[in-house]
């Protein structure tokens, strides 16, 4: 099957600095990647929505300054956490939309712990 | 409402069947989802069902649907300590997924 990862899986920083994740899908073109945060015993939660080469689209109550994405190419998105606070301390999830927007990829996930 | 709902937590003597039940919100979704997310992992889709379906087997994961009612089943016959995982439930929507909140499956020997 279609093969989604992410960059770096673990990451800690200091409260005011920025973290990017990488997610690229390995072996197909994704014209549409997704980006999830995922809360303790909560559902998977929609950030945005990437589409390679325009902006992205932000869920509601999603701030676009704070997580900014960035879909370069059809096999590359990032999402920045910038000025990262504790309260961003998360697991974040991409997916990549292979052939339909109905089937979805994932990655393996990057936890950011943000001291 | 928005929700898709499951139950949070089952526990499963080994070798006995796992049912996980869930609950929707969107009688026009065209699919609906199981995934599988093991400790510290990203989500594994297991298993997807076609809204005109009302069964899907595929080797030990049964998929229900009852269009109805709304409401998705999964079982997993002879549960192994490797199906130890979070099961989400999930619904397509116009231009996304929307998921439940995931139910824990504990094995017990």
């Known amino acids: 099957g279609a093969v989604v990862s992410q960059h770096p899986s673990r990451v800690i920083c200091k409260s005011g600095t920025s973290v990017k994740i990488e997610c690229r899908s390995l072996d197909f073109q994704a014209t549409t990647m997704f980006w999830y945060r995922q809360f303790p015993k909560k559902s998977l939660m929609l950030m945005a929505t990437s589409n390679e080469g325009s902006k992205a689209t932000y869920e509601q109550g999603v701030e676009k300054d704070k997580f900014l994405i960035n879909h370069a190419s059809l096999t590359l998105s990032t999402l920045t956490v910038t000025s990262a606070h504790p309260e961003d301390s998360s697991f974040y999830i991409c997916?990549?939309?292979?052939?339909?927007?109905?089937?979805?990829?994932f990655g393996p996930g990057t936890r950011l712990t943000v001291l | 409402g928005e929700d898709v709902e499951q139950s949070l937590f089952l526990s499963v003597r080994e070798g006995d069947s796992s049912v996980i039940n869930c609950t929707y919100t969107?009688?026009?979704?065209?699919?609906l989802y199981w995934y599988k997310q093991e400790p510290g992992a990203g989500l594994q889709l297991l298993t997807y069902i076609f809204s005109n379906m009302d069964m899907k087997q595929d080797q030990r994961l049964t998929v229900l649907l009852n269009k109805k009612d709304k409401h998705l089943s999964l079982r997993i016959a002879d549960t192994q300590t490797g199906d130890s995982a979070i099961y989400f439930c999930?619904?397509?929507?116009?231009?996304?997924?929307?998921f439940g909140k995931g139910t824990r499956l504990h094995i017990l020997p």
């Open positions: 969107d009688s026009s979704s065209t699919y």
């Open positions: 997916s990549a939309n292979a052939y339909s927007y109905n089937e979805q990829f």
């Open positions: 999930a619904e397509s929507r116009v231009d996304k997924i929307i």
